[in-house]
């Protein structure tokens, strides 16, 4: 972690990376913050990524995002990794420590969760089933922190059942699985309904799901915020649903890994919203 008042330099890695709203959001919060330091965009190829990372604590960087394609690769080449981020099988985050070593961590499931908390301070993770649609990475984030905030009763729904099934067992706790050909069933009693698909994409398909069967009282959500309302949310919202976009995780994911490198843990407000909204 870095004091305060000395430079601190921090940075996205990945590859391609130029897309990433990341240094917008954390220049923002460094100038509202009169930080001395910058976040910088890291292009690097996944054969330098072991040394890229290496190069880190030599180049007096308090850490870095870990984007696309390496999350994964990245997990393996640091020095630890917390329990959460080991669970969920990669790291967003990378801290670099004071004697130089490198620490991984994992907030996209904190991100997502503090992001329905933000829409919803009420909501409670035992307050009925959820079901989570995909098994990329961030259905894992999401499974695991909606586990660990206390749910009791949680499916996944994908294409690919074993894909499914892998995330039980990694993760624990009260997870099913339900076969892809009955979401559109699946999806009757829950409080919570998660997209974590690629469905819905500016550039993609819609999600194929029937929303007939869904309580209004369900809350629904999506990981993805380009386009900030996905044909999804527009159906759920149509019908008197309550929705979350994925914005709120991308904003909220930032935040610890802000503190860990600069010292404070800044605030979202209306004006960094409309901010990054623009850009999407």
Not at 127 to 141: M, S
Request: aromatic share 6%; hydrophobic share 45%; charged share 20%.
């Amino acid at each position: 972690m870095v004091e305060a008042k000395k430079y601190g330099l921090a940075g996205v890695m990945g590859w391609p990376v130029g897309h990433s709203r990341s240094p917008m959001l954390h220049g923002y919060w460094l100038q509202k913050y009169s930080l001395p330091g910058a976040y910088v965009l890291l292009p690097v190829q996944p054969e330098r990524l072991p040394a890229a990372l290496k190069g880190l604590a030599a180049l007096g960087f308090a850490g870095c995002n870990v984007t696309i394609p390496h999350k994964v690769a990245a997990m393996e080449l640091v020095d630890r990794v917390d329990p959460l981020a080991r669970r969920i099988g990669a790291i967003n985050t990378v801290v670099v420590e004071g004697d130089g070593t490198l620490t991984g961590y994992n907030n996209d499931g904190y991100g997502y969760v503090q992001s329905l908390r933000d829409t919803q301070p009420d909501w409670r993770a035992d307050a009925g089933p959820a079901l989570v649609l995909g098994a990329g990475g961030a259905a894992r984030a999401i499974v695991a922190s909606l586990v660990d905030a206390g749910a009791r009763d949680l499916r996944i729904c994908n294409r690919t059942p074993a894909r499914a099934e892998a995330i039980a067992k990694a993760i624990g706790g009260p997870i099913s699985v339900v076969p892809w050909e009955r979401r559109n069933a699946a999806i009757a009693d829950v409080a919570l309904l998660v997209n974590t698909t690629s469905q819905g994409m500016s550039g993609q398909p819609p999600l194929d799901l029937d929303l007939a069967a869904l309580s209004r009282n369900a809350l629904v959500s999506d990981a993805i915020y380009i386009p900030l309302e996905t044909p999804l949310l527009a159906a759920a919202r149509a019908r008197g649903n309550r929705t979350v976009n994925g914005l709120g995780m991308l904003l909220n994911q930032a935040r610890p890994a802000f503190n860990a490198w600069f010292g404070v843990m800044p605030e979202i407000t209306s004006e960094l919203r409309r901010m990054i909204e623009a850009t999407v």
